[in-house]
């Protein structure tokens, strides 16, 4: 018998072997779910649902996208929940940074950076300084003059600690030589509120989070290389002297150890989301920044951005 068991299992392990490329040639033969870490309407979740939807003709298959919604631990729990899949290209998630890796720094975390096979990010939404429309300040030379004039005066509203608000305020800081006494709240909503009712001086917050408010608010910096075509009149940090660039980027992820020929037709395919009109008409009514980053040079962002995180928390620990 043990002969014949040895045969048979050695018949098992070279069929596993042929059917492996066969099954990658044929995928997607079911649906593709893709884990979102948030709530259902945040930017992140739009981002995933409008990505869904074209993803779906971009695999030229009959088989559908749908998006889970798996909140919690700011983002922690879907973040775990890809990581921990099995890696056949049917479970994919939203990823977002420096917020996912930044969790792995302050936090006991169940993923690092190497447990995610990196696809392609679609959305840089950049950070901003913004001030209530019914505040005295009107640049931010005149926002950290105050600070400068007098240290921790400066209140800045952060929709929590240990993301890009955050990150981005304390860049701002360094790069300004400057103090400013950090306000976290519940989330992006909360903080826009004492923004723009005047509870804290001034607020971080992506632009993204500022569009429709322009009688509230007054975007005083945008925090990246270049103008936002969503706001062309607002100067960049740098513009201004300071070299500082932080946003949130909102990208696709499956786990690690993703076969080749799945995560290449993967990325082909998002790179036709991409590239599809429609999908750009649509993300630009939406107010999301495109910025569409595949494959390495993805995962190469990831690794950018949790170095820039980990620097952070050496010099400004934040728990």
Same mark, same amino acid.
């Given at each position: 018998?043990?002969?014949?068991?040895?045969?048979?299992?050695?018949?098992? #392990?070279?069929?596993?072997?042929?059917? =492996? &490329?066969?099954?990658?040639?044929?995928?997607?033969?079911? &649906?593709?779910?893709?884990?979102?870490?948030?709530?259902?309407?945040?930017?992140?979740?739009?981002?995933?649902?409008?990505? $869904? =939807?074209?993803?779906?003709?971009?695999? !030229?298959?009959?088989?559908?996208?749908?998006?889970?919604?798996?909140?919690?631990?700011? $983002?922690?729990?879907?973040?775990? #929940?890809?990581?921990?899949?099995?890696?056949?290209?049917?479970?994919?998630?939203?990823?977002?940074?420096?917020?996912?890796?930044?969790?792995?720094?302050?936090?006991?975390?169940?993923? =690092?950076?190497?447990?995610?096979?990196?696809?392609?990010?679609?959305?840089?939404?950049?950070?901003?300084?913004?001030?209530?429309?019914?505040?005295?300040?009107?640049?931010?030379?005149?926002?950290? %003059?105050?600070?400068?004039?007098?240290?921790?005066?400066?209140?800045?509203?952060?929709?929590?600690?240990?993301?890009? %608000?955050?990150?981005? #305020?304390?860049?701002?800081?360094?790069?300004?030589?400057?103090?400013?006494?950090?306000?976290?709240?519940?989330?992006?909503?909360?903080?826009?509120?004492?923004?723009?009712?005047?509870?804290?001086?001034?607020?971080?917050?992506?632009?993204?989070? =500022?569009?429709?408010?322009?009688?509230?608010?007054?975007?005083?910096?945008?925090?990246? %290389?270049?103008?936002?075509?969503?706001? &062309? %009149?607002?100067?960049?940090?740098?513009?201004?002297?300071?070299?500082?660039?932080?946003?949130?980027?909102?990208?696709?992820?499956?786990?690690?150890?993703? &076969?080749?020929?799945?995560?290449?037709?993967?990325?082909?395919?998002?790179?036709?989301?991409?590239?599809?009109?429609?999908?750009?008409?649509?993300?630009?009514?939406?107010?999301?920044?495109?910025?569409?980053?595949?494959?390495?040079?993805?995962?190469?962002?990831?690794?950018?951005?949790?170095?820039? !995180?980990?620097?952070?928390?050496?010099?400004?620990?934040?728990?």
């Amino acid at each position: 018998m043990k002969p014949i068991l040895r045969y048979l299992l050695s018949g098992v #392990a070279v069929l596993g072997v042929s059917i =492996t &490329p066969a099954l990658a040639d044929s995928y997607p033969v079911k &649906p593709v779910e893709i884990i979102v870490g948030y709530s259902a309407g945040g930017g992140t979740d739009v981002m995933a649902r409008t990505v $869904g =939807t074209y993803l779906e003709k971009a695999l !030229a298959g009959d088989e559908g996208v749908v998006v889970k919604n798996m909140p919690g631990a700011g $983002g922690q729990i879907g973040f775990t #929940a890809v990581a921990k899949a099995k890696p056949d290209g049917y479970t994919l998630g939203t990823f977002n940074l420096p917020a996912a890796l930044a969790l792995t720094i302050d936090r006991k975390a169940d993923y =690092t950076a190497g447990s995610f096979t990196y696809l392609a990010n679609f959305v840089k939404d950049p950070n901003t300084i913004v001030v209530s429309r019914e505040s005295g300040i009107k640049s931010l030379k005149d926002l950290l %003059d105050q600070a400068a004039k007098t240290p921790e005066s400066v209140t800045m509203g952060l929709s929590s600690l240990g993301g890009n %608000d955050h990150f981005a #305020a304390i860049l701002m800081e360094k790069a300004a030589h400057v103090d400013f006494s950090f306000v976290p709240f519940k989330g992006a909503a909360n903080a826009r509120t004492a923004i723009m009712g005047g509870h804290v001086t001034a607020g971080t917050m992506t632009l993204g989070q =500022t569009i429709g408010y322009a009688d509230n608010l007054r975007v005083l910096a945008v925090l990246d %290389d270049e103008r936002s075509p969503f706001a &062309p %009149d607002v100067p960049t940090a740098r513009e201004l002297g300071y070299d500082v660039e932080m946003g949130s980027y909102r990208g696709i992820v499956a786990p690690a150890g993703l &076969p080749e020929k799945i995560r290449d037709k993967l990325i082909a395919a998002l790179r036709a989301v991409n590239d599809d009109p429609d999908f750009q008409k649509t993300s630009a009514k939406q107010g999301s920044p495109i910025s569409f980053i595949a494959g390495d040079d993805f995962a190469a962002l990831a690794k950018r951005q949790i170095a820039v !995180a980990k620097d952070i928390w050496e010099s400004s620990p934040w728990k």
